[in-house]
């Protein structure tokens, strides 16, 4: 036993060393809403409406403090969300027209996601591990190089003016084994995606209250 206790004092002296660790992983995503509200004069878009989830795509270098089973991290990830929305045709009119194509929405953005993270491995062994993980997210969207594609309404000029800068609110679990990870996470927006749909040509401006939800899973290393 005595020979023993030098090795179990130095194993605990390891566990609580601070620890600086990088990574890099890749992930899919896919976007849900929070008791969204579209308005273009007679179609709208609402909790009742299709809504037709198309995946995005992200990659993240990140970098992570950890000491004991507690962590920090820090991540870059760049990616390309999309969305895709059917709206209802509420006009009079429509009843009559029997108008077979749906008005649809579909948006691509390119953008910066940069969450800072909690977590705590509950399960910590060499071979393997599990953890949980929470903390803010902001995204940048690049609105400049926003792909946005409006099919079948009465205005060919249709425009989706995004917000800069979005906030979420992040929880995950974690799979370790080895240096090799599997996240699946939620984020759960808390600032508003859009600022309104416009058509320049006439002047217009319309409605657009939605929050974004983030479903996604990653898979990645660490070094």
């Not at 799979?175 to 600032?191: P, Q, S």
Request: glycine residues 8%.
């Amino acid at each position: 036993m005595l020979m023993l206790l030098p090795s179990l004092i130095q194993a605990q002296e390891n566990g609580n060393k601070t620890r600086f660790s990088a990574g890099l992983k890749v992930g899919f995503q896919a976007i849900t809403y929070n008791d969204p509200e579209f308005g273009i004069e007679g179609y709208e878009f609402n909790e009742n409406t299709i809504q037709s989830n198309k995946i995005g795509y992200t990659i993240a270098p990140f970098i992570r403090v950890s000491k004991g089973r507690f962590y920090i991290q820090g991540d870059a990830a760049f990616g390309i969300t999309r969305h895709s929305f059917d709206f209802t045709d509420t006009r009079e009119s429509a009843i009559d027209e029997l108008d077979p194509n749906i008005p649809t929405y579909e948006l691509k953005t390119y953008c910066l996601q940069v969450p800072i993270l909690f977590g705590y491995e509950f399960v910590k062994q060499d071979r393997y591990g599990m953890s949980v993980f929470t903390g803010p997210r902001t995204k940048f969207t690049f609105t400049a190089h926003s792909d946005q594609n409006f099919k079948h309404f009465s205005y060919d000029d249709l425009e989706e003016a995004l917000k800069k800068k979005v906030y979420y609110w992040e929880v995950g679990l974690g799979v370790r084994i080895y240096n090799v990870f599997f996240d699946f996470v939620y984020d759960m927006g808390l600032t508003k995606a859009s600022r309104h749909i416009e058509a320049p040509k006439i002047g217009k401006r319309f409605r657009a209250y939605r929050k974004d939800n983030i479903l996604s899973f990653s898979v990645g290393m660490i070094f």
